[in-house]
């Protein structure tokens, strides 16, 4: 399967913990993007990357997150201190750099990851 | 405030009955408008992107159009496998590459 992974798929965990979640993305593509679903909601951006650059950070992202892509591959997303409102399905998705009207630029999802914080 | 708007909430079809599902958007400066189908418990299914008003994208039952303030999803002679949340998304302005979504609109499609 070339698409893009995640893992794990399901993570349940306590309050106060820290949880880190890790995306793979099609082979290549040079960005990646973090996204966070709520039940009955569209995805909401968290944050994304070219290469091993983060290049841009929504307001949700609030200290508590953190997210690398130390060699331009896979990412990985760390929450700390989780709270109950963390409570998500987080979507990794990727797309190449190519230009922004053009072709071959959509971003292609993985499965997520569901986090539940008791 | 930008935003996208998706209509209806829910949408109930019998097997064979077209329609339409409809995304509207206010963001200015539109550099691409997405359709993505999501099942329950996955992650969104790209689909097709347009990017000027009268273009048109089609595949299989599913057609969508694009004017400068919305896009619709037409369905034609749905099926039950067409059952799914449809999930439309803009991106606009500069640099950015991020999306924003819609609420979506849950299809069901009885046999």
């Known amino acids: 399967d070339t698409g893009v992974s995640q893992d794990p798929r399901h993570k349940i965990t306590k309050r106060g913990q820290n949880v880190t979640f890790r995306c793979d993305p099609i082979?290549?593509?040079?960005?990646l993007y973090w996204y966070r679903q709520t039940l009955g909601q569209g995805p909401e951006f968290l944050t994304y990357?070219?290469?091993?650059?983060?290049?841009?950070k929504s307001r949700l992202l609030s200290d508590r997150f953190s997210a690398e892509r130390p060699k331009g591959s896979f990412s990985t997303l760390e929450i700390q201190r989780t709270e109950q409102g963390d409570s998500a399905m987080y979507l990794c998705?990727?797309?190449?750099?190519?230009?922004?009207?053009?072709?071959?630029?959509?971003?292609?999802f993985g499965p997520g990851t569901r986090l539940t914080v008791l | 405030e930008d935003q996208v708007t998706q209509s209806p909430e829910a949408l109930r079809l019998q097997e064979g009955e077209s329609s339409s599902l409809n995304c509207s958007y206010t963001?200015?400066?539109?550099?691409?408008l997405f359709w993505y189908r999501q099942d329950p418990g996955k992650g969104p299914e790209f689909l097709f992107t347009?990017?000027?008003a009268g273009e048109e994208k089609e595949k299989e039952r599913l057609k969508a159009t694009l004017t400068k303030k919305e896009s619709f999803l037409h369905i034609t002679a749905p099926k039950p496998e067409d059952s799914a949340t449809y999930l439309c998304?803009?991106?606009?302005?500069?640099?950015?590459?991020?999306?924003?979504f819609g609420t979506g609109t849950l299809l069901a499609v009885q046999p």
């Open positions: 998705a990727s797309s190449l750099s190519a230009p922004p009207r053009g072709p071959r630029n959509e971003q292609f």
């Open positions: 082979s290549e593509h040079n960005r």
């Open positions: 990357f070219q290469n091993e650059a983060q290049l841009e």
């Open positions: 963001v200015s400066g539109l550099r691409g």
């Open positions: 347009l990017y000027s």
């Open positions: 998304a803009v991106r606009y302005g500069g640099a950015t590459n991020k999306l924003i």
